[in-house]
């Protein structure tokens, strides 16, 4: 069974403030990563995509792989109270579809 | 702008009432996928499309049935819905299967009264 693992929070941070996401997968063969962020009553909007171990970096986030641990991380800096959402965590196994994680709630308390 | 579309954004329908939630794409990608999210939980796969080639979930329920007329869209229908089945309905596509990212529409809220 091919899984992965979010907690489901809420994650609470300071505005200004870095925000840490974490997830983790089940199977070392899994190929890319994908981080989307959905607000309250809307559908998922990619974030960040990463396929090699290390860090991947645009503007205030920051997607960190490292595929011998199988986890995957996404960094926000500088938290705005507009990246108060759902932040899901999705693999790719190599089997031609995404498995997603249940999500961790962030909020950016101003 | 390219984009996924879905109509109509919210529907609501009877208990048993068949109904027909569609997913156009401006954006010419060869896969489509049909989506299933309930509050607080994850998408669920229902079913993909690579170009006519149909792929089922092996859990998705015989209630729900897709069709792909052309490139640019594809159709959800839920035979006899059941309270159950409400739901955000999410369609997203992807250029390919392997390593491609998913862009999703702005999902079909399902209401079953």
């Known amino acids: 069974q091919k899984e992965v693992e979010q907690n489901s929070g809420p994650l609470s941070v300071p505005e200004g403030a870095i925000a840490s996401l974490n997830c983790t997968y089940s199977?070392?063969?899994?190929?890319?990563f994908f981080w989307y962020r959905q607000y309250s009553g809307k559908s998922p909007e990619l974030i960040m995509f990463?396929?090699?171990?290390g860090d991947k970096e645009d503007g205030r986030f920051t997607a960190q792989l490292n595929k011998a641990s199988q986890y995957v991380s996404l960094l926000i800096r500088d938290s705005q109270p507009s990246d108060s959402a759902t932040y899901l965590c999705?693999?790719?196994?190599?089997?031609?579809?995404?498995?997603f994680g249940t999500g961790t709630r962030l909020t950016i308390i101003p | 702008d390219a984009m996924v579309i879905q109509n109509p954004r919210y529907q609501v329908t009877q208990f048993g009432k068949p109904v027909t939630l569609s997913c156009s794409q401006t954006?010419?990608?060869?896969?489509m996928y049909w989506y299933q999210q309930k509050s607080s939980q994850a998408p669920k796969l229902l079913f993909h499309?690579?170009?006519?080639?149909?792929?089922n979930e092996a859990d998705t329920p015989d209630n729900f049935q897709s069709r792909r007329p052309n490139t640019s869209f594809c159709f959800l229908d839920i035979r006899s819905p059941g309270l159950g089945d409400a739901a955000m309905y999410l369609c997203?596509?992807?250029?390919?299967?392997?390593?491609?990212?998913?862009?999703f529409g702005p999902g079909t809220r399902l209401l079953v009264l």
């Open positions: 997203a596509t992807s250029r390919d299967r392997s390593r491609e990212t998913q862009y």
């Open positions: 999705a693999v790719n196994f190599g089997n031609e579809k995404l498995t």
């Open positions: 499309y690579y170009d006519k080639d149909f792929n």
């Open positions: 990463i396929y090699s171990n």
């Open positions: 954006l010419n990608h060869n896969v």
């Open positions: 199977d070392r063969g899994s190929q890319s």
